[in-house]
């Protein structure tokens, strides 16, 4: 159950960290097709739902107008033979809101997140809660420039979510 909702988060990270800029709210309808792609968790508060997990990507396909097919992959730091695969669904429920979304793994169970930060150009998104308990930092490739890990810390900090606890994730497995 605790990988189930690490993977909601993750999903959701994924999900929002296609579009170009900032989202503000009422910014309009977002082209979902941005959010194909493979992404890459580069830090996250930490959570029980990724403990022992390393290399965590996450790969967004649209398969419907306005849903996205999320696949979540992790692999296990002690055994990298034991990977953990989570696939669901992810939406933005409301266009006029493109930084709210919603991710679904188990049927009826949806999770919300906010999209706080997304910069298209250089390939980065940081997700959050609603609750500020939980925190991804996304990317297209798997290695992120220190400037830019830090330039997104005091985005995160001035957003009221707390950095001391930073987990970075390992990003050196072979695929």
Same mark, same amino acid.
């Given at each position: 159950m605790r990988?189930?909702?690490?993977?909601?988060?993750?999903?959701?990270?994924?999900?929002?960290?296609?579009?170009? $800029?900032?989202? &503000?709210? $009422?910014?309009?309808?977002?082209?979902?097709?941005?959010?194909?792609?493979? +992404?890459?968790?580069?830090?996250?508060?930490? /959570? !029980?739902?990724?403990?022992?997990? /390393?290399? =965590?990507?996450?790969?967004y396909e649209v398969h419907d107008e306005g849903i996205m097919m999320v696949t979540n992959k992790?692999?296990?730091?002690?055994? !990298?033979?034991?990977?953990? =695969?989570?696939?669901?669904?992810? +939406?933005?429920?409301? $266009?006029?809101?493109?930084?709210?979304?919603?991710?679904?793994?188990? +049927? !009826?169970?949806?999770?919300?997140?906010?999209?706080? &930060?997304?910069d298209n150009t250089k390939g980065l998104a940081i997700l959050g809660s609603p609750t500020k308990y939980q925190l991804w930092i996304l990317s297209r490739s798997p290695k992120v420039a220190e400037e830019d890990i830090q330039e997104l810390i005091k985005i995160v900090q001035k957003n009221g979510y707390k950095t001391d606890t930073l987990v970075y994730v390992d990003q050196n497995c072979k695929e």
């Open positions: 990988l189930i909702k690490y993977f909601y988060v993750l999903s959701l990270l994924l999900l929002l960290s296609c579009v170009t $800029g900032k989202v &503000h709210e $009422g910014e309009g309808a977002i082209d979902y097709k941005l959010y194909q792609g493979k +992404w890459y968790e580069i830090a996250r508060l930490p /959570n !029980p739902f990724e403990e022992g997990l /390393n290399c =965590i990507t996450m790969n992790g692999y296990n730091k002690n055994d !990298p033979s034991d990977i953990k =695969i989570l696939t669901g669904k992810a +939406w933005i429920p409301d $266009g006029k809101e493109p930084q709210k979304i919603k991710i679904q793994f188990i +049927w !009826p169970i949806t999770k919300d997140y906010i999209l706080i &930060h997304i």
